[in-house]
């Protein structure tokens, strides 16, 4: 390949990531405005923890009270977007600025894997659409989640532990630097992090020969390769024993117990709705060899881990990291296929189903729509396949929001009851301007809490926005100390 035509295959693939960006950033302009929720208020608090603490990254990030069961690397990222604009959109710019990193972090997964795949260059472009091009993805931009960060490090690591493999030209020091980095913060950013340790010695292992090679013809390197594995091993032993101040590891979940089949319709929900026809047409044509079995090995794996934690069913954003495996694979099945025009037609196909996705995920008049016509069995319900980032909650919560700006009276005293990872949203929403800052908010994480109630107080149930309460109610907002009364009988 010349020069010349190198250089138009690599534009080409910046034009389509270019694209990709800049369709999310308009979702995120356009709902900008819409409340965060869940673990968002969680890295939301921690914001406000961190600037109370004068930045002080230590003293926040390894203490659960103060960023709950979440890692701290998400919410220093998104401090400065914070002052910026605001919490609640300053949250919204951060994730589309490392949803935007992601897409670069694939781009260099993709070079750097491709040739196990008998894949080059020219079909990054088809990778980034296939892995991209969906509702789950687009949806990131503007999650104020730390998704997107996780998984650009999980896919960069990957790239460099391949390179110090592999590779015979190497700046080796650098490299083993920059490789022990991503994974620390991989960690730093989410707990979940941890899931590289196993995978990492597990790609090591498939390898071998490689390392069994390194220590004879490259020693040094092998040597670097050892100090890198005896640091991260530190790194995780000085969080577990409560010595690292800047990861928290300590608050698991996954002893939950979990119903797999549920995680498995989970999983095939996800695969329906983001790979679609494509996955349909490159299905007879997947295929696994030696070079490509490792990667087969770590999406099986990672996927393995997920679908056993308890939450995955409901958030679908936890696989996003192996998408750009999974990319690999449709891709390279695709170029097999003999019928280019059954090709060309699934990606029309392609093309007009996911955008109709994106859009019943991204944009608040078409989600209306479609939770007025789709059946809740095919959405899964609330919390289901086509509400994992809690669109219709975002709005509902919204409308409610508005609903209090405009309702109480001037200086009224407003109960917020939420027992959500132990009050994480307390004063976020007014913080953010949400919530008109002449309020009297008494936060509560249940009935009891409260005390005795005035009898001209309003009372706030913002779970039963997200989720349906314990009794079933649906009553989100009562008026005076009779009704709490009643409440609590």
Known sequence: MNHRSETALKRRTFAVALCIVLLGGAFTAMNANLPILRNSLVYARAVENLELHHL???????????????????????????????????????????????????IAF?????????????????????????????????????????????????????????????????????????????????????????????????????????????????????????????????????????????KGEFHVPVPYLSSVGGLVALLAICFGVLLLVAAPYLSVDRESAPL????????????????????????????????????????????????AASLVVFAVTNGATIVAYDSVAANRLFARVAPKKLNGGQLGYFDNLRLSAQVRMKEALDRLDAELPPGATLNYVTAYYEGAADGIYQASGLL????????????????????????????????????????????????ISRLRR
């Open 436 to 483: 008109r800052p002449d309020l009297r908010i008494r936060y509560a994480r249940h009935l009891d809490e409260l005390g005795p109630v005035p009898g001209d107080a309003w009372t706030f149930f913002p779970d039963r926005l997200v989720t349906p309460s314990a009794d079933g109610s649906s009553q989100w907002l009562v008026h005076g100390s009779m009704a």
């Open 296 to 343: 087969l090995l770590m999406l099986a794996a990672y996927v393995h881990v997920f679908m056993v934690f308890h939450g995955s069913s409901y958030n679908m954003r936890y696989y996003l990291p192996v998408f750009p495996l999974i990319a690999l694979f449709v891709v390279r099945a695709l170029r097999a296929v003999p019928a280019r025009r059954l090709v």
């Open 110 to 250: 993709f070079r750097r894997f491709n040739g196990a795949f008998g894949l080059r260059e020219e079909d990054i472009p088809l990778e980034l659409v296939v892995a991209c091009f969906n509702p789950l993805m687009m949806t990131q931009f503007w999650s104020a989640h730390s998704d997107p960060a996780f998984a650009a490090l999980f896919l960069v690591s990957f790239v460099l532990l391949d390179r110090l493999l592999k590779d015979d030209e190497l700046n080796e020091s650098w490299t083993a630097v920059a490789y022990t980095l991503s994974v620390m913060l991989a960690v730093f950013v989410r707990p979940a992090g941890l899931i590289l340790y196993p995978l990492q010695a597990l790609y090591v292992f498939c390898h071998r020969r490689e390392v069994f090679a390194l220590a004879g013809r490259r020693p040094g390197r092998f040597r670097l390769l050892v100090a890198s594995a005896a640091v991260l091993a530190v790194w995780v032993v000085l969080g577990k024993l409560g010595h690292n101040p800047l990861v928290n590891i300590n």
């Open 56 to 106: 002080a990254v230590w003293q926040v990030c390894s203490d659960p009270v103060q960023v709950h069961a979440q890692g701290c690397g998400f919410s220093v990222l998104a401090v400065p977007f914070a002052r910026l604009a605001g919490l609640n959109a300053g949250l919204k710019l951060a994730s589309w600025m490392t949803t935007a990193f992601l897409i670069a972090a694939m």
